[in-house]
């Protein structure tokens, strides 16, 4: 019986050991700034304070984090304070500035919304360290302004990151390695998207009304014409305009999809007109009149739902 106990309480101990020999720290984040985005470049700029709590009095915090998605990073200010008593937690912190790789999706802009990650990843192996979230002290600074956004939401967690090698370590038996980190993640939404949204696109849908106010003439009136080849110019002046100012993307984004669907409408006006000219000419002019108010009024219905059908999709999807 007493083998039986002796056995038991080995196991257990050997198992504590093992259990014991993960520490774990508590990693805190307050963001003081963010700023040059840059869309082209895929990047973002970031400053911040990182504070690690833990109770193991060997271990160093300051030094053993990094941040595997910047392209740049500089720390300063490193500040330590050990415990006193047993129940107190070692505290250390520092000061963080830092650009961050950001694959920016600007496919529905103005209506965009953008998620800024900031990964903070352990340097030792998670067998040896796990990070924790400090949830409850992490936040951003409130006096933080920035012209083009807004704060939406923040929120901090933790993962593992695992790599496909052990470094050469052959204490890693596997070809594969894992990392504890900390996710700080930071959700932004564009200040007055409408705004911006009326600003870039008012001399398209002028110039088409324009077009389409063109069939208040008369079907055999070659002035239609002349107004049609205005407001086309028009149209294709304005998408220039909101390349020039809209974020570029190698796809097709809601500026390039609502400027194409104008021109497809443009091309049934014109169509229409030639078409209206033909039956006036032909002595259908009253047939004409009416086809071509029948076809306008119907497609200014068409093209406005459609547009706020566009408008809705870019603003839920986002």
């Known amino acids: ?21 993960r520490d774990s720290i508590k990693v805190g984040v307050f963001i003081t700034n963010l700023y040059d985005f840059n869309i082209a470049g895929k990047s973002f ?15 160093k915090t300051l030094g053993t984090c990094e941040l ?26 520092q000061k963080c500035k830092a650009e961050i790789i950001k694959d920016w999706n600007v496919t529905n802009f103005p209506f965009d919304k953008q998620s800024l990650q900031i990964k903070i990843e352990s340097s030792l192996e998670q067998s040896d360290i796990t990070l924790l979230p400090d949830s409850l002290n992490s936040s951003i600074d409130s006096s933080l302004f920035m012209e083009d956004w807004q704060v939406k939401k923040f929120k901090l ?14 204490n890693i038996k596997m070809a594969a390695s894992k990392y504890s980190y900390i996710n700080a993640t930071v959700d932004l939404s564009r200040k007055s998207p409408y705004m911006i949204f009326f600003k870039l696109l008012t001399v398209l849908f002028a110039s088409f009304i324009i077009i389409c106010s063109a069939f208040f003439l008369e079907p055999d009136n070659t002035t239609r014409f ?5 407001s086309l110019f028009a149209a294709v002046s304005n998408k220039n305009f909101a390349a020039s100012v809209a974020p570029s993307s190698n796809g097709n984004t809601l500026m390039d999809t609502i400027h194409n669907f104008t021109f497809l409408c443009f091309i049934l006006v014109i169509g229409m007109a030639l078409y209206t000219y033909w039956l006036a000419k032909n002595e259908q002019k009253e047939r004409a009149k009416k086809i071509g108010q029948v076809f306008i009024f119907s497609l200014l219905i068409i093209y406005t739902l459609i547009i706020g059908f566009m408008v809705y999709k870019a603003k839920t999807v986002s």
């Open 157 to 170: 967690t933790n993962g593992t990151t695992v790599y496909n090698t052990n470094y050469g370590d052959p």
């Open 226 to 230: 002349g107004v049609a080849t205005g």
């Open 68 to 93: 595997p998605q910047s392209k740049s990073s500089s720390f300063s200010y490193d500040y330590f304070r050990k415990r006193t008593n047993a129940s107190d937690e070692n505290f250390s912190n």
């Open 45 to 59: 700029k970031a400053d911040f304070w990182i504070w690690y709590l833990h109770k193991n009095d060997s271990l």
């Open 1 to 21: 019986m007493k083998k039986i106990v002796c056995i038991v309480l080995t196991i257990c101990c050997c198992h504590s050991s093992m259990a014991g020999s």
